[in-house]
């Protein structure tokens, strides 16, 4: 295979993967939803979604912690949808299987689909947002 063809098949996974957040922001009401497509700037959205303050992702620099942010950004940030733990779990299942069966990792992007394109609704609270 050509490198532009992989590179053309990483920017297809990578589009479809961040759209699923980019209709989960707009279900926020988040102001800046193209965040999603953005490096860094989707952790920043995601951060802010679950209620945190966005310069948290500086604990992803930290060597040890970034694992436990990582799982706390994402809890938080499904937290904040109807059935959102739901798809956490599914995450982090899939995660853990896709070590054992690759592939598997299917299943957590079929899952944050289902979830952007359902009817549940977002029920945190978007971090600087106030609602008065």
């Given amino acids: 295979m050509s490198n532009g063809f992989v590179f053309l098949i990483g920017i ?3 589009i479809l993967s961040s759209y699923p957040v980019y209709l989960l922001a707009k279900k926020a009401d988040y102001d800046y939803a193209f965040f999603a497509f953005i490096p860094i700037l989707n952790l920043v959205l995601m951060a802010n979604i679950g209620g945190m303050n966005g310069f948290f992702i500086l604990l992803a620099l930290v060597p040890f912690v970034n694992i436990i942010f990582a799982l706390v950004l994402t809890y938080k940030f499904y937290d904040s949808y109807e059935s959102g733990l739901v798809v956490f779990g599914i995450s982090i299942l899939a995660g853990l299987l896709t070590i054992v069966v690759p592939f598997i990792s299917i299943a957590a992007t ?13 029920i945190g ?7 008065y």
């Fill in 110 to 122: 079929i899952a944050i689909w289902w979830l952007a394109l359902s009817d549940n609704q977002f």
């Fill in 12 to 14: 297809i996974v990578y």
């Fill in 125 to 131: 609270e978007v971090w600087g947002k106030s609602y």
